[in-house]
């Protein structure tokens, strides 16, 4: 093999490469919507015809340059390990633009697809702008306009939802204070507890005399009844 022909065909490649780099910004910048117009309603027609020739030429050259890294490749002696490297090194890049162009395809095809749904059946002609229908620009204010309101409505809930947060704290310390005077009126009264203490102690007895005597009372009366 001569290293003239695989520095050649190196020197096409990266050539190439830099070619297909500098499409595939152009590419990105048609495909998200970067092309202007002087009319907004005819922006879409001129992009999608830039856009259709740029993917064509792009898929032209990611070919191209398949075939220059088949042919590096198939060189005799080119089993080097700095050769095998380079190689390996020229396919990479081929299949990061592969991705990258499918990947504007892709997101292109979706943002159309979105246009196309907010637009709306019949409102691409010119006659139903004219007669009345919602053009592109009017479909995203409507659709900011929605989301201003949902906005204002989170808000509100949030703002409630803070009020009544509020208000809970302020019966919690409420609480607190009351439980507080309690307390220290317990403490400053020892009577009183004590006196409290006494009539729940009764409280509970008379509770279990009387649980006692119903228990009694039940048992006699299931003896008479099965005798």
């Not at 208000?167 to 310390?173: A, E, F, I, N, Y």
Request: aromatic content about 6%; overall charge positive.
């Amino acid at each position: 093999m001569s290293s003239s022909e695989w520095d050649d065909l190196r020197k096409l490649a990266r050539r190439l490469e830099n070619d297909i780099d500098l499409k595939l910004v152009a590419f990105s910048k048609v495909g998200s919507g970067g092309s202007t117009s002087s009319s907004p309603d005819s922006a879409p027609l001129l992009g999608e015809h830039i856009f259709d020739n740029l993917s064509l030429e792009i898929e032209q050259m990611l070919e191209k340059l398949s075939n220059i890294n088949d042919k590096m490749a198939e060189l005799p002696g080119s089993s080097t390990s700095m050769m095998i490297h380079t190689l390996q090194r020229h396919r990479e890049i081929l299949n990061g633009y592969r991705q990258e162009f499918s990947k504007i395809r892709a997101n292109h095809t979706t943002r159309i697809e979105r246009e196309e749904l907010l637009r709306g059946s019949g409102i691409g002609n010119s006659s139903s702008i004219a007669g009345g229908g919602l053009s592109r620009r009017d479909m995203y204010l409507k659709e900011s306009s929605h989301l201003n309101s949902s906005h204002s409505l989170i808000n509100d809930q949030i703002s409630i939802a803070m009020e009544t947060k509020e208000h809970l704290t302020s019966q919690r310390q409420y609480l607190k204070r009351l439980q507080t005077r309690f307390n220290d009126i317990s403490n400053r009264f020892p009577l009183i507890s004590s006196l409290i203490q006494r009539i729940n102690v009764k409280k509970r007895r008379d509770s279990l005399i009387l649980g006692g005597v119903i228990a009694v009372c039940t048992f006699l009366l299931i003896l008479y009844a099965f005798h």
